[in-house]
Nanobody
Framework: QLPLVESGGGLVQPGGSLRLSCKVP????????IAWFRQAPGKEREGVSC???????NYADSVKGRFTISKDGAKNMVYLQMNSLKPEYTAVYYC??????????????????????WGQGTQVTVSS
């Protein structure tokens, strides 16, 4: 288990922006893919975005064009820039690391079963 720590959630109005951050252990980004998931009340957790060890990215169809995932190896950080937010994006957002497969390929439809380490989550509420 790798310790991951999310931050940056909060309350934002529809159409607004937030940037989530995920602090990962040193060298994690050199070996493993990182994904963002979210879980809305009463719904299953779903993959939102993913960035591979090589820096390739992918997104769920529902957020394409609105969300951007990036990473900073020097700071051991992964970011999720979320723009044009909608009320239906209200959820707890989690970052997760694939701590097993150094060749994981991000598809945009990540399954939580492929990710072995999870953060505690950060709440994002989109409401006027």
């Amino acid at each position: 288990q790798l310790p991951l720590v999310e931050s940056g959630g909060g309350l934002v109005q529809p159409g607004g922006s937030l940037r989530l951050s995920c602090k990962v252990p040193e060298y994690t980004l050199d070996y493993y893919a990182i994904a963002w998931f979210r879980q809305a009340p009463g719904k299953e957790r779903e993959g939102v975005s993913c960035i591979s060890r090589e820096g390739n990215t992918n997104y769920a169809d529902s957020v394409k064009g609105r969300f951007t995932i990036s990473k900073d190896g020097a700071k051991n950080m992964v970011y999720l820039q979320m723009n044009s937010l909608k009320p239906e994006y209200t959820a707890v957002y989690y970052c997760a690391a694939d701590g097993v497969n150094a060749y994981y390929v991000c598809t945009g439809a990540e399954s939580e079963k492929d990710f072995t380490s999870w953060g505690q989550g950060t709440q994002v509420t989109v409401s006027s």
